[in-house]
């Protein structure tokens, strides 16, 4: 799955899925599936779409209405463990490490987690026998998930060392924290290393960390390009900041001010009516740019937002797909 691809579902989580049982979705189911997890990467609540493909047997939704039933209700209930198991029974990793992370959740502290198949323990010894021979393969998702499964760290490396672009943003936050032994400028060598490849992989926080660097450096022109291309995966707070240069709102990164663009990619946000700030930013932002234009700018502006729509990833923040909380 190209890099455009993933940044739909969420980031470079897609790759192993190709060891899943193949399952053909009609069109309208995976129209919904698509909305239903656009929504839950927006931190809003897409169970109604997702419940459409999860019905129809498909385990990435199946993991993701799991996942936002947990999240709502901040532990585990009966029926997020149901989806989740019905996806983890189909092979779906991601599930069985959240199964197997579930005695270290809120209801266990309760005492009222609900009664599955397997216990936690028993998941993640599951997870690791059907990640292990991937990840002997090569496989670089199956490297990460490894590191997910036993947190050794050495796995994380594997798999950046094999170009996943998660891991090797990882790497990069891991080592810049203080991690190993470096002389002289070597750390700031290798942490710039391993964000490179992550952005060049399509990361987009990884992306904004390069940017950093070569602000650093005065270079503003390669500065400009990686805004350019966070604010491509739909990344909300590189759209974000893209669309506040490009509006001199305030003016940075020598960019020409273009109203009608920026105005159009803040806009972009005025839909994020979930969690996450950025709507009320947004909301700021539009009124100060929004006095600079004329109506006819404004027009061409909203012209804009929707074509970008039609032709780009949608708004996501790009949550970990397997975050702790």
Not at 40 to 48: A, M, P, T
Not at 299 to 320: G, I, N, R
């Amino acid at each position: 799955m190209q890099t455009i691809t993933c940044a739909i579902l969420t980031f470079c989580a897609a790759l192993w899925t190709s060891y899943l049982p193949a399952l053909e979705l009609t069109p309208a189911q995976q129209t919904a599936k698509e909305r239903g997890i656009a929504l839950f990467n927006q931190f809003r609540v897409g169970g109604s779409y997702l419940l459409i493909a999860a019905e129809a047997g498909d385990a990435d939704a199946q993991y993701y209405l799991g996942e936002e039933i947990r999240t709502l209700n901040r532990f585990i209930t009966r029926e997020s463990q149901k989806w989740l198991e019905a996806a983890a029974n189909q092979g779906h990793i991601y599930a069985m490490i959240r199964l197997g992370r579930s005695g270290n959740d809120l209801c266990a502290v309760m005492g009222n987690c609900p009664s599955g198949s397997k216990s936690p323990g028993d998941w993640l010894r599951h997870a690791y026998r059907v990640a292990l021979p991937l990840a002997e393969q090569g496989d670089p998702e199956a490297m990460f998930l490894m590191y997910k499964i036993t947190l050794d760290t050495d796995w994380r490396a594997k798999a950046a060392e094999a170009g996943h672009a998660f891991a090797q943003y990882g790497e990069a936050i891991s080592i810049k924290q203080g991690r190993g032994f470096y002389l002289f400028g070597n750390r700031k060598k290798a942490v710039e290393k391993w964000f490179k490849a992550s952005a060049e992989g399509g990361y987009p926080l990884s992306m904004q960390y390069y940017q950093e660097i070569l602000a650093e450096r005065d270079d503003w022109e390669g500065v400009r390009y990686w805004q350019q291309k966070a604010a491509e995966t739909g990344h909300a707070e590189s759209i974000y900041t893209l669309g506040a240069y490009l509006s001199h709102e305030p003016e940075g990164a020598g960019h020409e001010l273009d109203l009608v663009k920026g105005y159009g990619l803040i806009s972009l946000l005025l839909d994020l009516d979930g969690g996450g700030g950025m709507l009320t930013t947004a909301k700021e932002t539009l009124p100060l740019v929004a006095a600079k234009m004329t109506p006819e700018q404004i027009e061409q502006a909203l012209a804009f937002a929707e074509e970008w729509k039609a032709t780009h990833p949608p708004v996501s923040y790009f949550p970990d797909k397997l975050s702790i909380y």
